[in-house]
């Protein structure tokens, strides 16, 4: 157990609404990332932080805007959600360099209607 | 950029049958390379991993072998189980010109029979 959690698990809201999903690590690394999964897609990247304030984009980050400000925790904002960001969205961080393993939370899997 | 291409399933199997599923890759630099498996309504988790050239990975009767000449990283399995049907993804770390993130394929789901 790498000890990562996500919340919510759960998440249906509205279009135009903002979303914040939270991923919190008890392992002290320093990287995390923010994944989206869809059919047909595998697993994308959307953001990721390599440290407190320092994080960067990946291939899918329209729409989407991150932050950390302590270690433990990685916030991923949908700031208008839109339909194309119903998704699984899954967590992961890694041990050291990001050519580590990397270990992922359980998912939340958010619906905007 | 890096990629990886992994064979689409479903893949269907009998319990006990031999398993392959492929995957290759491009990349700019020397990358490790990963297997990930994912349970239903779970996130993904390590099933093994090669970090050069000629290295074997090997977990749970699982086994992927880093071939660099072919730039392939196939998993094999000499005889699968009901509880082996889970989505597999090939995934690789390239830390060549200062890029950070990890690739991974489209996922190959794996149905094993009774």
């Known amino acids: 157990d790498a000890g990562i959690t996500q919340s919510p698990r759960h998440k249906v809201t509205e279009t135009g609404t903002p979303v914040t999903l939270r991923c919190h690590q008890t392992?002290?690394?320093?990287?995390m990332y923010w994944y989206r999964q869809d059919p047909g897609h595998g697993l994308r990247l959307i953001h990721y932080?390599?440290?407190?304030?320092?994080?960067d984009k990946g291939e899918v980050s329209d729409g989407y805007s991150v932050s950390r400000s302590k270690t433990e925790d990685f916030l991923l904002t949908l700031e208008s959600a839109t339909s194309s960001q119903t998704s699984v969205y899954f967590c992961?961080?890694?041990?050291?360099?990001?050519?580590?393993?990397?270990?992922f939370g359980p998912g939340t899997r958010l619906t905007v209607l | 950029g890096d990629s990886v291409t992994q064979m689409e399933g479903p893949v269907t199997l009998s319990e006990e049958a031999f398993l392959t599923i492929n995957c290759t890759y491009t990349?700019?630099?020397?990358?490790?390379l990963f297997w990930y498996v994912q349970y239903p309504g779970e996130g993904l988790q390590l099933l093994l991993k090669?970090?050069?050239?000629?290295d074997k990975g090997s977990n749970k009767g699982f086994e992927a072998t880093y071939r660099k000449e072919t730039t392939s990283f196939h998993l094999e399995k000499g005889s699968v189980q009901v509880s082996d049907s889970a989505v597999y993804f090939c995934?690789?770390?390239?830390?060549?010109?200062?890029?950070?993130?990890?690739?991974f394929g489209r996922g190959t789901s794996l149905i094993v029979h009774p």
């Open positions: 992961a961080i890694s041990e050291g360099d990001p050519t580590d393993t990397q270990y």
């Open positions: 090669a970090t050069k050239a000629d």
């Open positions: 995934a690789l770390s390239d830390l060549a010109g200062g890029s950070y993130i990890p690739t």
């Open positions: 932080s390599y440290g407190v304030k320092d994080t």
């Open positions: 392992e002290n690394h320093r990287y």
């Open positions: 990349a700019t630099g020397y990358p490790s």
